[in-house]
């Protein structure tokens, strides 16, 4: 009868031999290694799901915020200004106010320019822009306005008595020569307002936009280039006429 070797007989015997921890390890590793290997080959679409880990084309830049569109003019009014320079300089501001954004607001600047609510109920004076000045111009910045009751920056009112709430920021200030409440913090619009001649992103959910310049660029021009780092102008800024105008539709 055929009998066992001695050597299968001696393999037969390592092989019932204790694995080490090392040795267990190192068995492990390789049968975990086997199966991935297995599987890969078995369905080649995963090796397409780990590609995606990886860019396969060059990064494209970063896209840009659309241009900004403004809402619709449903309002127009002008101011009527002379700068009292040497030669004194008159021209008009033609403005066109966002209704539909922020009807109150323009409400209130629509009918200060119209003078068309008689006096204030606090104040007692006209709701009404003419004679007004530009109290407060910043070169770089902004033109500012509209003060009715003092007409030096600390007063103002509006047509609904004192001051009325911000009603709207949906429109930024990412545009120059928008229209925009002056306030003295939250919910404190008045009747005064300023024009921006810079971007001012800075005032975004702060003040009101409500309107923009439609005609008159180079009179806001020559009003910011009389004014100085801390707000007074050289000479005087006088709105000596303001009035409400017929309001096709117009899209910023």
């Known amino acids: 009868k055929h ?12 092989s019932r031999r204790t694995m080490t921890p090392y040795s267990a390890s190192k068995y492990r590793v390789l049968v975990v290694a086997a199966a991935l290997l297995i599987t890969l080959l078995a369905c080649p679409a995963t090796a397409d799901v780990l590609d995606d880990v990886v860019p396969r084309k060059k990064a494209e830049k970063p896209k840009l915020k659309p241009p900004a569109v403004l809402p619709e ?8 200004v002379v700068i009292s320079d040497d030669v004194p300089i008159k021209g008009r501001i033609t403005l ?13 600047f629509r009918s200060l320019c119209a003078c068309d609510k008689g006096n204030g109920m606090i104040s007692g004076k006209p709701l009404c ?4 000045s530009f109290h407060r111009i910043i070169p770089n910045f902004m033109i500012q306005g509209g ?3 003092e ?8 047509i609904y008595g004192g001051y009325f709430d911000d009603e709207s920021f949906e429109v930024l ?15 404190t619009n008045g009747s005064q307002f300023f024009i921006n001649t ?7 959910n702060k003040n009101v936009v409500f309107g923009m310049v439609l005609d008159g660029f180079e009179l806001v021009d020559d009003i910011e280039a009389i004014g100085s780092n801390e707000g007074m102008p050289e000479v005087k800024v006088t709105i000596k006429s303001s009035g409400e105008l017929s309001a096709p539709s117009v899209k910023g």
């Open 3 to 14: 009998q066992p070797s001695p050597v299968r007989h001696t393999a037969t015997t390592k």
């Open 73 to 80: 003019v449903t309002h127009k009014v002008y101011l009527d």
């Open 96 to 108: 066109g106010l966002f209704g539909k954004t922020a009807p109150k607001t323009v409400e209130n």
């Open 129 to 132: 822009y003419e004679g007004t």
């Open 147 to 149: 003060d009715i009751t």
């Open 151 to 158: 007409n030096n920056g600390v007063g103002g009112e509006s």
């Open 173 to 187: 200030h990412n545009k120059i020569y928008l229209l925009s409440m002056a306030n003295k913090g939250p919910n």
């Open 198 to 204: 810079v971007k001012t992103s800075w005032l975004d």
